[in-house]
């Protein structure tokens, strides 16, 4: 378990964080990391979920996604899902580095070094935190968008 995971990723549950979801299904990204980490945030308008059906629907304050959607059960897999399908949520980002510390976006980062998700949580620790990571600096790859404009409004710096 990483710093400051409290217990293992979610079962499917009927309810959580005071939200009932529209059927049982499996919190995934934000929700699987606020319940993990017992991060003290603001709850997201909306949640993810991988219900039992093969299509994707919003309901209930939920969006609900396909089994084929499912993330790895580890932090890289809900951040992962959360940075490519629920866009940037700066407050649970910073309770989660704090939450868990630099060692565990160091060892993503060295696994996938030029990943576009590696790269993206690279910057918004040390952004968000104000602190570098014992990492040198990235010499290959391409730039990564941090926000992804499909989801987020976003402009050009």
């Known amino acids: ?3 400051g995971q409290k217990k293992p990723f979610s079962e499917p549950v009927g309810i959580l964080h005071g939200r009932w979801l529209p059927e049982t299904a499996l919190p995934v990204g934000y929700a699987a990391l606020i319940d993990t980490f017992d991060l003290a945030v603001p709850i997201p308008i909306t949640l993810s979920a991988i219900g039992p059906r093969h299509k994707v629907y919003r309901a209930e304050g939920w969006k609900l996604y396909t089994p084929r959607h499912e993330p790895e ?3 890289i897999g809900h951040l992962t899902f959360a940075l490519r399908y629920e866009g940037l949520d700066l407050a649970v980002l910073k309770a989660l580095f704090r939450a868990m510390g630099p060692e565990a976006i160091v060892e993503i980062v060295r696994a996938a070094p030029t990943g576009t998700y590696a790269r993206r949580l690279w910057f918004l620790y040390e952004w968000l935190l104000d602190e570098r ?12 968008l941090v926000v992804d404009p499909e989801q987020q409004w976003a402009v050009s710096g």
């Open 73 to 75: 059960a580890s932090l």
């Open 133 to 144: 990571l014992d990492l040198s600096d990235a010499t290959r790859g391409t730039y990564a």
């Open 1 to 3: 378990m990483e710093r």
